[in-house]
């Protein structure tokens, strides 16, 4: 089943040319990036509408024609990148005048058309969803305020969720089987994951149609006893309103999850057994109609099971077992070819790789290795016995394409320069789009031949390209440096009129995030060009990834178990110090920000390393990881319970005393994810500790603090003021 959800937008195809641009000139300009700029567009990059591959060697596209203000899903070649046919198009729709999502069944002879979107949280939404027959023409609705609709793999049904509960629709006869029944807000979920799946694992649509339609397999969460979490919504009437949902904190109770089984020609559910477990992050059908696969976790996420579920009988027998010292991940690599042998992607080795296992379990063999981690799978031509898959081989701060055997045999690269690559393959895997950038080149565009010919450039950013020539901006210079014994990568920034002779304040940069990565070889996201306009007024901008962080394998990344945030605490505050004994750092003006697990390290960062940090920006911080979620936190601290020294002893409210610069904290009250309660306990904690700090609390706005007109250009205004007084001006 193939599915897109986008927002609607204009693909402008640039003329095919077969050369692939150069990077940037090395001129540099003289004006300067103003904060107006960054947030009102000015630097955006041309970039390709998302595709949607189909059958054979086509593609479609959402597109919406201002002019006429039509919607429309078209059908293009790989082969030309031209448009072949209108599939729909919304003005010949008379009950639906606009739609925003479309996905097609497997045969592609039906769309399912949403609109009306409610978003819900991060991933999840609510909307009204038609289905669409491309040969008739025929539009029908198949429900208002529902969630993942999804055709059954026959084209006559389609399964969704509603308040909680299961619902197919029969086209047949247009008659409507409700599966569950005992659905009930922040009690039973059926088919839809909790708040915590959703944002940790991943996904929301939790039922799956086997291949021959007659099962659905579905979870059901039961959050009873998950505690309430709340929220006062300011809005703008004269009473605030409350968002309250089931938040489970480290070390508290989980929803209660189990897998069911319904059969359409009986219309009964059975409960699937699948022994003792915590979580179960994935299922997915076999190409046996009647095997499921479900995926199961413990708690402390170091022991991993995959079950063959057998939907005629309703057991279940282990398939694969793995398991960690620390923790195992979990993904969507999961594939099983022709015969029902599966790829399967691990750290078993120490770095991530690509496994050949038969249905029993049996490894057959390992089809990639070395000391590098692969970091995309695409998937397998069956044809050809060739796996796609996007790598670190040519240097963990690139992405490269390669192809290789089912048996491990003719590895190749496929993408062309670099920097970072990343595919869009067609289905039938003869063509891919690659996306390109590095840190001096934007995306560029381009139509790849699967056996790595480069046909045509779709799309550059040759007028992005000329209009930063006129900017003064400065190149990132990599490097590595190391600090407690580890070589780290590390970028950069330095003003264009750069004087060795000459003291500059220092800002650090850093997310730090277990598997995260900073240190990159891509195009500039907007805190690059806020980080240049740093520079522009005199400050070197520098970002380290430390022990902790991704692609350098699993005992550097996993080297924080137990520990979080600790030793990349350590680390910062290290590279700081080493960065301050060159002669062209103001030793005595160090800042360090970030944002969400980063606004954790540059809090931690700015009270441990109070000999060396002078000032900290912490946007929406954690805290104390007592406060944050039971999946993402127990995966590498475990419970509260079982490690109070690991939560306590590096949470900044227990030692808010050492604050000794200058400290701006920042947090939206709308936000779900990191609770503003985290900000809220660490003023207390200041405020006892008898501290001067500054703070901007921000109503209603959640994570990302960017709804509402002016919200970033005033954020980043508020932060821009800050450094400069406290940081900036102090050099001068």
């Excluded at 390393?609 to 999946?631: C, H, K, L, Q």
Aim: hydrophobic share 35%; proline share 2%; with cysteine.
């Amino acid at each position: 089943m193939k599915k897109l959800f986008i927002l609607v937008t204009i693909l402008l195809l640039s003329s095919c040319k077969k050369k692939e641009t150069t990077t940037l000139n090395d001129a540099v300009g003289t004006k300067e990036i103003s904060l107006e700029e960054i947030w009102d567009g000015t630097f955006s990059t041309d970039r390709m509408n998302a595709l949607n591959s189909m059958n054979g060697d086509f593609y479609s596209l959402l597109n919406y024609d201002k002019e006429t203000k039509e919607t429309t899903v078209d059908k293009y070649s790989y082969q030309t990148l031209e448009k072949v046919e209108t599939i729909v198009n919304s003005k010949n729709l008379q009950d639906l005048e606009d739609f925003s999502s479309y996905s097609f069944n497997n045969d592609e002879t039906k769309l399912i058309l949403g609109t009306d979107f409610e978003k819900k949280f991060r991933r999840s939404f609510k909307g009204t969803f038609y289905a669409y027959d491309i040969a008739s023409k025929k539009l029908s609705l198949i429900g208002k305020g529902i969630q993942e609709p999804i055709f059954s793999p026959d084209n006559k049904k389609v399964a969704y969720a509603k308040n909680n509960n299961i619902f197919i629709k029969d086209f047949a006869n247009n008659a409507v089987i409700q599966v569950t029944k005992d659905g009930k807000k922040n009690c039973i979920i059926n088919g839809i994951t909790d708040w915590v799946y959703e944002e940790e694992f991943g996904f929301v649509r939790a039922f799956e149609w086997s291949k021959d339609s007659r099962n659905l397999a579905f979870l059901r969460f039961d959050e009873t006893n998950v505690p309430t979490f709340s929220m006062d919504i300011v809005g703008t009437g004269n009473y605030p309103t409350q968002q309250v949902f089931k938040y489970p904190k480290a070390g508290e109770k989980n929803s209660e999850v189990t897998l069911h089984m319904f059969t359409l020609s009986s219309k009964k559910t059975k409960k699937i057994g699948l022994g003792d477990y915590e979580y179960i992050p994935r299922i997915k059908w076999s190409n046996d109609a009647n095997i499921l696969v479900a995926t199961t976790l413990n708690r402390h996420q170091n022991d991993l099971k995959l079950y063959k579920v057998n939907a005629l009988k309703g057991n279940a027998t282990l398939l694969l077992n793995e398991t960690d010292k620390a923790y195992v991940n979990i993904d969507d690599n999961l594939t099983f070819l022709a015969d029902n042998s599966f790829i399967w992607t691990s750290e078993k080795s120490g770095f991530n790789h690509i496994y050949h296992y038969d249905f029993s379990g049996k490894l057959i063999n390992q089809i990639t290795k070395g000391k590098w981690e692969v970091t995309n799978y695409y998937g397998f031509n069956k044809d050809k016995k060739t796996i796609y898959y996007q790598s670190v081989e040519n240097g963990s701060t690139n992405r490269g394409i390669y192809s290789i055997d089912l048996d491990g045999n003719n590895k190749k690269l496929l993408s062309k320069k670099e920097g970072t690559n990343r595919a869009a393959f067609s289905t039938n895997l003869h063509y891919f789009i690659n996306t390109y950038s590095s840190a001096k080149t934007p995306p560029i565009y381009s139509l790849y031949t699967a056996e790595g010919e480069m046909l045509k450039v779709i799309k550059e950013n040759y007028k992005l390209q000329k209009k930063l020539s006129d900017y003064k901006m400065s190149p990132k210079e990599f490097s590595t440096i190391t600090i407690n014994g580890n070589e780290l990568n590390m970028w950069m920034i330095k003003p264009v009129d750069f004087d060795e002779n000459k003291k500059y304040p220092l800002l650090m940069y850093q997310y730090s995030g277990p598997g995260s990565q900073q240190v990159a070889n891509r195009w500039n996201a907007s805190n690059d060009y806020w980080h240049n306009m740093l520079a522009q007024k005199g400050m070197i901008v520098a970002c380290v990834d430390g022990r902790g962080t991704g692609f350098k394998g699993s005992d550097f990344k996993k080297s924080t178990y137990l520990n979080l945030v600790k030793y990349e605490t350590e680390d910062q505050i290290a590279a700081a110090k080493k960065l301050a004994e060159r002669s062209y750092i103001d030793k005595n003006n160090i800042g360090i920000w970030g944002w969400s697990f980063g606004g954790h390290m540059s809090t931690n960062s700015l009270l441990k390393g109070n000999d060396i940090f002078t000032t900290a920006i912490a946007v929406a911080p954690v805290t104390s990881w007592r406060f944050y979620d039971t999946v993402y936190t127990e995966r590498f601290l475990r419970t509260p319970q079982e490690n109070p020294a690991g939560y306590d002893e590096n949470s900044p409210i227990n030692y808010a005393d050492k604050l000794q610069g200058n400290y701006l904290l920042v947090h939206g009250t709308g936000d779900d994810n990191v609770h503003v309660q985290n900000s809220y306990r660490m003023t207390n904690a200041l405020i006892e500790a008898n501290k001067q700090f500054d703070q901007f609390i921000v109503p209603d706005r959640t994570h990302g603090i960017y709804k509402g007109k002016n919200m970033r250009l005033n954020l980043y205004t508020k932060m821009t003021n800050f450094l400069e007084e406290n940081l900036l001006n102090k050099t001068k």
